[in-house]
């Protein structure tokens, strides 16, 4: 199956600083989509971007699909941030979700 | 917010007994999936649905069924739940997209907390 990588496992961010998170994939894909599930467990979807950019308020993203990949950018970080970060691809031709280990931002006030 | 929701939402049971999530959707969509959330797993599908009566296995079905007999409805069984079957279980929807769009968003439920003690 399509393998999805997600960097950093880990990141800590003090209250207004951006960040860069980065989804890699190791096939052609027709659906990406990013997800940030709350400390309350709650999955929030972000975008749908197999490819091009998108931006929403502080965020924005951007796929690469021809180099399979694609970044989050956080800017302007708040504590409301935090959770963890999924990237989610689907292969073409296909709707069927495989999802990455995911990336855990916290935010510090 | 799409119009998902599971129940229950929380749930403790003994292992071998029989288990029955439910997710339902308001939004008429085609597709419903099933994924179970265990740390340093991230999400796996367990089962998904393509309509009415029409099912199959995903990457983590050993142990489970499920069953949709209307577009609405889609249960997750556990016949005889087993401790390895402790999770987070999440429902999803899709449709696929307009105007010739390949596009299928996937839209998440609230998540079911289940304990098999």
């Known amino acids: 199956g399509i393998q999805v990588e997600q960097s950093p496992p880990d990141l800590i961010l003090q209250e207004g600083a951006n960040s860069t998170l980065r989804c890699n994939f190791s096939d052609s894909v027709n659906n990406l989509q990013w997800f940030h599930q709350n400390p309350w467990g709650q999955l929030i979807n972000l975008f749908y971007i197999p490819s091009g950019t998108k931006q929403n308020g502080r965020l924005s993203a951007t796929t690469v699909a021809t180099e399979r990949y694609s970044l989050l950018y956080i800017s302007s970080s708040q504590t409301t941030d935090s959770g963890v970060y999924f990237c989610?691809?689907?292969?073409?031709?296909?709707?069927?979700?495989?999802f990455g280990a995911g990336t855990t931002v916290t935010v510090r006030a | 917010d799409a119009g998902i929701t599971q129940s229950p939402r929380h749930k403790v049971t003994e292992t071998g007994t029989p288990v029955t999530l439910r997710c339902h959707q308001t939004?008429?969509?085609?597709?419903m999936y099933w994924y179970r959330q265990d740390p340093g797993h991230g999400l796996r599908l367990i089962h998904y649905s393509y309509g009415v009566k029409d099912t199959d296995k995903g990457e983590v079905s050993d142990g489970y069924s499920v069953s949709r007999s209307k577009t609405e409805d889609f249960l997750l069984t556990l016949e005889s739940a087993t401790s390895s079957q402790t999770s987070v279980y999440f429902c999803?929807?899709?449709?696929?997209?307009?105007?010739?769009?390949?596009?299928?968003?996937?839209?998440f439920g609230p998540g079911t907390r289940l304990t098999v003690t």
């Open positions: 989610a691809v689907a292969l073409e031709g296909d709707y069927k979700l495989s």
């Open positions: 999803a929807i899709s449709e696929r997209g307009t105007s010739g769009s390949l596009s299928y968003e996937q839209y």
């Open positions: 939004e008429n969509h085609r597709y």
